[in-house]
C-alpha cells in the first residue's frame, strides 16, 4: 500500500523515481480502508532533506500512512525556505484537537545546549505531554530521543569528549521485540552527536528496555516496556551521502572534525561510502509502522495515555 503525501511537495518526484509507491490525496479519498495517521515534528535544519529521508522509509511498507508535517511555532527555519514550510507544514495549535498513530520526533542540531535553553523546548514538551493521550506510539530520533528520555524520565544527556561520528555495528539485546525483529544480531547505524544519554540512568529504570546496543557507540534503541515509546539515538534515516557531507561542510569551514569511522573504505574521503545500513532502516521502520498498525484502535477516540 502506498504513502499518502501532498501532490506538489519535493519528496514527491523523488520518491517516485525510486518507485517508492505514492497514492494521491483525491485516491486516498476514496480508499475503503483506514490509513495510519502519523506526523512528523521535523526539527532538522535541512527539512527537505529529512522528508525525503524519512518519507523513504514510511513509504517503503504494505501499509497506507497519511502524513502530517508538523514545525515549531516557537522557531523559524533558517535552512529552508518560508513558503514551503507555511505550504506543507501545520503548527501545534493547528493539529492539536487532533488524534495520530504514530509521530516521529526528529534529531536537531541543539546538542550544545541544555533542553531548558532550546527556544522551542516548552512548546516541545507541550507536544509530548499531548502525544500520552493523542498518540498511540512515539518515534525519536538522535536529539528527540535525548530529548524524550529526559522529559518523560529524567534521563539526562551526557557530553562526550569527542563526536560520535561514523557507521556502527550493534547487537541486538533482546531478539524477540517486535520493533527489531527480522534484525540480523550484528548491524550497522550511522551516528552524529557530541553527546549521549547516561546509560546507567536507562538500565536501572524500570519502565525502559534496552533493545540494541553498541560497545563502541553505546545504547541504539530504548522502548518504554508499554511499547508505546521508541528512542533511536542513530541516524538509521541517514542517506549515503550524509555524513560525508557533514564531514566536508566542517572540513571547508576548518572546524576540528575526524574522518568518520567505518565509513569511507579505507578512510579515503574520495571514496564512495558502501551503504551498509540500509537494510536494517527499511526494516526498522516497517516493523514500527506494523507494531502501531496492531495495536493501535481503529477508532483513536479510544486512545488510552499511553
Given at each position: ?121 516548552e512548546e516541545l514538551t507541550e507536544i509530548f505531554d499531548w502525544a500520552k493521550q493523542n498518540v498511540y ?20 544527556k551526557l557530553p562526550l569528549k569527542e563526536k560520535m561520528f561514523g557507521v556502527f555495528p550493534h547487537l541486538i539485546t533482546n531478539p524477540n521485540h517486535l520493533l527489531i525483529r527480522g ?124
Open positions: 500500500m502506498p504513502i499518502n503525501i501532498p501532490n506538489d511537495l519535493p519528496a514527491k518526484h523523488i520518491l517516485e523515481e525510486e518507485n517508492i509507491y505514492l497514492i494521491t490525496q483525491e485516491r486516498a479519498e476514496h480508499q475503503d480502508i483506514r490509513p495510519l495517521k502519523i506526523m512528523l515534528l521535523n526539527l532538522m535544519p535541512k527539512k527537505i532533506e529529512t522528508e525525503n529521508q524519512l518519507l523513504r522509509l514510511l513509504g517503503n511498507t504494505p501499509l497506507q500512512i497519511d502524513i502530517e508535517l508538523l514545525q515549531t511555532a516557537t522557531h523559524t527555519a533558517k535552512n529552508t525556505s518560508a513558503e514551503h514550510m507555511f505550504k506543507f507544514y501545520k503548527t501545534f495549535d493547528e493539529i492539536k484537537g487532533e488524534r495520530f498513530d504514530g509521530l516521529i520526533v526528529t534529531g536537531a542540531p541543539v546538542e550544545h545546549l541544555p533542553f531548558e535553553d532550546v527556544d522551542y523546548w506510539s512515539t518515534f525519536h530520533i538522535c536529539w528527540g530521543a535525548q530529548a524524550g528520555l529526559y522529559h518523560y524520565y529524567g534521563i539526562p534484525f540480523d544480531e550484528l548491524f550497522y547505524v550511522p551516528h552524529s552527536r557530541h553527546t549521549t544519554v547516561d546509560e546507567e540512568a536507562v538500565k536501572k529504570h524500570p519502565e525502559l528496555e534496552i533493545l540494541s546496543y553498541s560497545e563502541l557507540s553505546g545504547i541504539n534503541i530504548v522502548a518504554s516496556k508499554n511499547n508505546r515509546h521508541f528512542f533511536v539515538c542513530g541516524h538509521a534515516e541517514y542517506d549515503r551521502r550524509t555524513l560525508a557531507e557533514e564531514y566536508f561542510r566542517d572540513v571547508n569551514k576548518g572546524l576540528p572534525i575526524s574522518i568518520p569511522y567505518h565509513y569511507f573504505p579505507d578512510d579515503d574521503p574520495q571514496k564512495r561510502p558502501p551503504f551498509i545500513w540500509r537494510g536494517h532502516a527499511n526494516l526498522l521502520f516497517k516493523n514500527w509502522l506494523n507494531l502501531v498498525y496492531q495495536h493501535t484502535p481503529y477508532d483513536l477516540r479510544e486512545l488510552t495515555e499511553g
